[in-house]
C-alpha cells in the first residue's frame, strides 16, 4: 500500500507529556498537511510543507506545537505540555505539485489522542 | 480564503440520487470547488473538482452555475456505503484548505 501512513493510530497520554506523532506521505509527493479535527467538527488546517521548508503555520498552532518534515519525507508533529483541549483527531495529508487536480489531498488514517 | 455553507445533515433512501448544494458567494477568479468525503475514524477522501459547467467522474458529478456562487455535488443511486460527511471547499492555493461542518449525509435502507 503506498498511501500515507500515521503512527501511532491512537495515543493516550496524561496532562503535561508530551507526544510526538509521523506520517510518512506519498513518496512522490512533495507537499505535506497537517490538520487537527475535534468531533462534529471539519479539520482544521495547522500548518504545511513544500520538501522540507515549513511554509505556512495556522494561529492554532501555538509554542507548544512544533513540526518537522527533514529531509523533504516524513513528518512529525509534536506536541509539548499537553492539555486536555489537544485531545483530537490529528491527520497528515501530501499532495503532487503536478497534474491537473492541484488540490487534491491524500489523507492519512489520523492519529487519535486522548489526553487524560 | 471563500467561506462555503452546506445543509447540516440529508437523508436519503437507497438507490435514489442525491444532491449537496454548496453556497460560496465570495468566490475568487482563481478558487476551485472540491468535495471530499469522510467516513468515521478515516481521513477525508477526494471526491471530485471544478472549476465551472459540470464535472463527472466515476463516482459523482459536479454542477457550477455561470456565476459559480455555488455548487452541487451530485450522487446516482446511493447505497449504505455513501453514508458520510461530505465536505465542499474552496480554495485558490495549495497551501490552506479550510473545511467546513460539512454535510452528514445517512442513507437508509
Known amino acids: 500500500d503506498t498511501g500515507v501512513s500515521q503512527d501511532p493510530r491512537h495515543k493516550i497520554t496524561k496532562r503535561g507529556q508530551n507526544v510526538t506523532f509521523r506520517c510518512d506521505p506519498i513518496?512522490?509527493?512533495?507537499?505535506l498537511y497537517w490538520y487537527r479535527q475535534t468531533l462534529g467538527q471539519g479539520p482544521e488546517f495547522l500548518t504545511y510543507?513544500?520538501?522540507?521548508?515549513?511554509?505556512?503555520k495556522s494561529r492554532l498552532l501555538s509554542d507548544r506545537f512544533s513540526a518537522e518534515r527533514p529531509k523533504g519525507s516524513f513528518s512529525t508533529l509534536e506536541i509539548q505540555r499537553t492539555e486536555q483541549g489537544d485531545s483530537a483527531m490529528y491527520l497528515c495529508?501530501?499532495?503532487?505539485?503536478?497534474?491537473?487536480?492541484?488540490?487534491?489531498?491524500?489523507f492519512g488514517p489520523g492519529t487519535r489522542l486522548t489526553v487524560t | 480564503l471563500a467561506k462555503t455553507t452546506q445543509p447540516i445533515s440529508m437523508d436519503s433512501y437507497e438507490g435514489q440520487e442525491v444532491n449537496i448544494t454548496c453556497s460560496h458567494n465570495?468566490?475568487?477568479?482563481?478558487?476551485?470547488i472540491t468535495w471530499y468525503q469522510q467516513f468515521p475514524s478515516q481521513g477525508p477522501r477526494f471526491i471530485i473538482q471544478?472549476?465551472?459547467t459540470k464535472v463527472t467522474n466515476e463516482v459523482a458529478s459536479l454542477f457550477i452555475p455561470a456565476d459559480r456562487k455555488s455548487s452541487t455535488l451530485s450522487l446516482p443511486r446511493v447505497s449504505l456505503s455513501d453514508t458520510a460527511v461530505y465536505y465542499c471547499?474552496?480554495?485558490?492555493?495549495?497551501?490552506?484548505?479550510?473545511f467546513g461542518t460539512g454535510t452528514k449525509l445517512q442513507v437508509i435502507p
Open positions: 471544478g472549476y465551472k
Open positions: 495529508a501530501s499532495s503532487p505539485t503536478t497534474g491537473s487536480l492541484i488540490y487534491e489531498q491524500y
Open positions: 513518496s512522490e509527493h512533495n507537499r
Open positions: 471547499l474552496v480554495d485558490g492555493g495549495y497551501q490552506k484548505v479550510t
Open positions: 465570495n468566490i475568487a477568479t482563481n478558487d476551485y
Open positions: 510543507f513544500q520538501n522540507e521548508a515549513q511554509l505556512e
